[in-house]
């Protein structure tokens, strides 16, 4: 008899310096957008959406993606479910409450310059139309 009663696993991606133990909460400067101070951390169960995540953060610092935790409850993301895809193919979430830090993924393949060139190219576009993430 199979006991699958496995806990999927989420991921973070970004490009501030963390460890195991540490936690992502709100209240900081938003890594997107107008940098407001963000009400949600976000997450997800899929490398590629981490993938986005780490490579479109603001800042200097190093691309990384991360092992998390949610330590409350969460929801879908809006940005990314009924506002512009169905369901919630990316399996990203929201939360208020932290994230804690379990580990880094070491062995992830970033997008062509093409694509990621693509990508800041639609979200300047979107950007300049005034349209800003769900906060609500």
Known sequence: MSNNTSTPTYYHGTKARLKSGDLIEPGFKSNYGSQRI????????TLEAATWGAEL???EGEEAIYLVEPIGSFEDDPNL??????GNPTKSYRTGSP????GLVHDWQGHSK???SAMKENL???????????EE
Not at 81 to 86: A, C, I, Q, R, V
């Open 38 to 45: 963000a009400k949600f951390v976000y997450f997800t169960e």
């Open 81 to 86: 479910t009924d506002k512009k895809f169905p």
């Open 114 to 116: 093409e694509q990621l």
């Open 124 to 134: 300047e576009r979107i950007k300049a139309m005034g349209i800003e993430a769900i």
């Open 99 to 102: 994230l804690r830090v379990i």
């Open 57 to 59: 953060a603001q800042g």
